[in-house]
């Protein structure tokens, strides 16, 4: 996907450099020049996509650009989708076509809702399994966390030691058998 900011500057790819030195870039449907043939223009910029790539993931995109019933957008190079932000539709597309180990990483508490709500809106399960995933991971952080809490504060009851007179151990339950005897076994 390659971006051009309007229509007097020219096309370039967007990217960026993590503090790794590696380069990120939001071209993930395909180069204008090798496999892109639609443009969707999003806030006055756009971003360079396939059609069949867009269609297999996603059945309003298939509609959209294959269907019998004569969407505009079939026979159209540029497609405006109003009422989206650039920056949206890129996060969208990059946790779409990316491994799902890498794509969860897009996936943040901040943008988790929206990537859920384009996702129903296209119809893309690849991206509502993502943040499914995203979402377990949060849950088991929250409860581990909970649980080493709980077990490094949690004070035991009473000391071991000898049993007090008195106790259920020893004595006999009414079926004939030491309850203590069932205690001990079961635990």
């Known amino acids: 996907m390659e971006e051009t900011a ?96 890498s794509a969860i990483c897009q996936v943040t508490d901040d943008n988790l809702l929206l990537l859920l709500t384009l996702a129903a809106e296209y119809q893309m399960d690849q991206v509502k399994a993502v943040c499914q995933d995203y979402v377990g991971g949060q849950l088991f952080d929250h409860f581990k966390s909970f649980y080493q809490f709980y077990t490094n504060t949690k004070k035991p009851a009473r000391a071991p030691g000898p049993i007090p007179k008195g106790s259920m151990r020893g004595q006999k339950s009414k079926s004939g058998g030491a309850v203590g005897k069932r205690l001990c076994k079961q635990g």
Do not use: C, W
Not at 90 to 101: E, G, I
């Open 6 to 101: 309007g229509p007097s500057q020219s096309r370039k790819s967007s990217s960026s450099t993590t503090p790794e030195g590696e380069e990120t870039r939001e071209n993930v449907l395909g180069d204008r020049n090798e496999a892109s043939d639609v443009t969707l223009v999003i806030e006055g910029r756009e971003l360079y996509a396939n059609r069949g790539v867009l269609a297999h993931f996603s059945p309003v995109f298939h509609a959209m650009f294959f269907s019998a019933s004569g969407f505009k957008e079939k026979s159209q190079d540029k497609v405006e989708l109003p009422e989206k932000k650039f920056q949206d539709m890129v996060t969208l597309f990059n946790v779409l076509l990316m491994p799902s180990s």
